[in-house]
């Protein structure tokens, strides 16, 4: 059964042109993260919500938002899209997002992500 | 600063012993993972290691680290074709709050017959 559920695999959208990914899970975990994978390249994580708190890496650029309505879903937003954002896009759960125990992120299959 | 080294490729026989390599740079790191992604997938937790270890074995795979060195492998067992994917290192450094990981980019495992 899948635990972390992307929707869609694969996403086309035009240069400029708002888009939003989606992330679920039927893990109820604490945390929800989002990861971008350009090609070749070590995913990178955008931001993550612990619980409802959202934390933005300092060099995510502002052109990426998310939102969380509830535990199960996360949504990644896109404002503007450049041809630059072409990439998969990863989202992860884990139950507690602490470091210091042994707590594993689970990675849904990933939205590729292409701009024309 | 934040920074894991690994090799793009490894080529192996079918049969062999496939060792992927990993370097990190951060000594704050708590845990090392080693995730595998097959193709059109996502990333599949395959093994960790806490930092205070020196090896962990999980049937066909051993995980050793060297922390002296900064070091980090992972020995696939009698490699088969079903092996064959991206292999990449991570580490998770604590900094208070939930925390991400960090990756290397990963290495292709290509396996011939």
């Known amino acids: 059964d899948a635990m972390v559920i992307q929707n869609p695999r694969y996403q086309v959208t035009q240069f400029g042109k708002p888009v939003t990914l989606s992330c679920s899970q039927t893990?109820?975990?604490?945390?929800m993260y989002w990861y971008q994978q350009k090609s070749s390249q070590a995913p990178k994580l955008l931001f993550h919500?612990?619980?409802?708190?959202?934390?933005n890496e300092a060099d995510t650029p502002d052109n990426f938002q998310s939102r969380r309505p509830n535990t199960s879903f996360c949504f990644l937003d896109i404002r503007s899209p450049g041809l630059g954002d072409a990439a998969m896009y990863l989202c992860?759960?884990?139950?507690?997002?602490?470091?210091?125990?042994?707590?594993?992120?689970?990675f849904g299959p990933g939205t590729r992500l292409t701009v024309l | 600063g934040e920074d894991v080294e690994q090799s793009l490729f490894l080529s192996v026989r079918e049969g062999d012993s496939s060792v992927i390599n990993c370097t990190y740079t951060?000594?704050?790191?708590?845990?090392l993972y080693w995730y595998k992604q097959e193709p059109g997938a996502g990333l599949q937790l395959l093994t960790y290691?806490?930092?205070?270890?020196d090896m962990k074995q999980d049937q066909r795979l051993t995980v050793l680290l060297n922390k002296k060195d900064k070091h980090l492998s992972l020995r696939i067992a009698d490699t088969q074709t079903g092996d064959s994917a991206i292999y990449f290192c991570?580490?998770?450094?604590?900094?208070?709050?939930?925390?991400?990981?960090?990756f290397g980019k990963g290495t292709h495992l290509i396996i011939q017959p």
């Open positions: 992860a759960t884990s139950r507690y997002g602490l470091a210091g125990i042994t707590d594993t992120q689970y």
């Open positions: 290691i806490f930092s205070n270890m």
């Open positions: 991570a580490e998770i450094i604590p900094r208070g709050g939930a925390d991400g990981l960090t």
């Open positions: 893990l109820n975990h604490n945390v």
């Open positions: 919500y612990y619980d409802k708190d959202f934390n």
């Open positions: 951060d000594s704050s790191s708590t845990y």
